[in-house]
């Protein structure tokens, strides 16, 4: 991302906020969707998808135009990825009135990026279109300096899926603590 972390933070972020607004316009309630710093995996309910559709393409283009980044957009139906072994398990958590983190686990979600970053996806190609949700959206995106010399982030993917990889990660965040 050249150093442009705060640019692309704000586009993923973005992209949430405009999905979710496509999203519950059509289907209330909260969106399972999953912010990973340069990009994002959200769960679309099928009578979605096609507003949805839009809303990607108009985001690729509004990427480009807005801040010269090339959003890398796709999307895939569960199904179609179970149907090849791949498990797709998603999860709200609740952290506050109306306000939810999505989480994603299973091998599907692995599939989906690597299709998705080699092109392997039906192209959604950039539009112009409206997009919704991004009334007051900001990016307070800032260096944390560290106070003891060293910041680590652990991003654990477990190789298994299902209960026994939600079991290696609940064993991995317990010798952690």
Not at 2 to 8: K, L, P
């Amino acid at each position: 991302n050249s150093g442009r972390h705060r640019d692309v933070n704000f586009v993923a972020a973005a992209s949430i906020a405009a999905l979710q607004a496509e999203i519950t316009a059509i289907s209330p309630g909260p969106v399972a969707c999953q912010f990973g710093g340069d990009g994002a995996l959200v769960a679309v309910p099928p009578e979605a998808a096609e507003a949805v559709r839009r809303c990607l393409a108009a985001l690729a283009h509004w990427a480009d135009k807005s801040f010269g980044l090339m959003l890398r957009v796709g999307m895939v139906r569960v199904s179609d990825l179970a149907a090849e072994g791949a498990q797709v398990l998603a999860a709200l958590y609740r952290v506050g009135h109306d306000t939810y983190y999505g989480q994603f686990l299973g091998g599907g979600t692995l599939l989906l990026e690597a299709r998705l970053k080699a092109g392997g996806l039906a192209p959604i190609d950039p539009c112009e279109g409206r997009i919704a949700g991004l009334d007051g959206l900001s990016c307070r995106w800032e260096p944390v300096a560290s106070a003891k010399g060293t910041i680590l982030c652990l991003i654990a993917d477990p190789v298994a899926g299902g209960a026994e990889g939600a079991g290696v990660i609940a064993r991995l965040r317990q010798d952690i603590e």
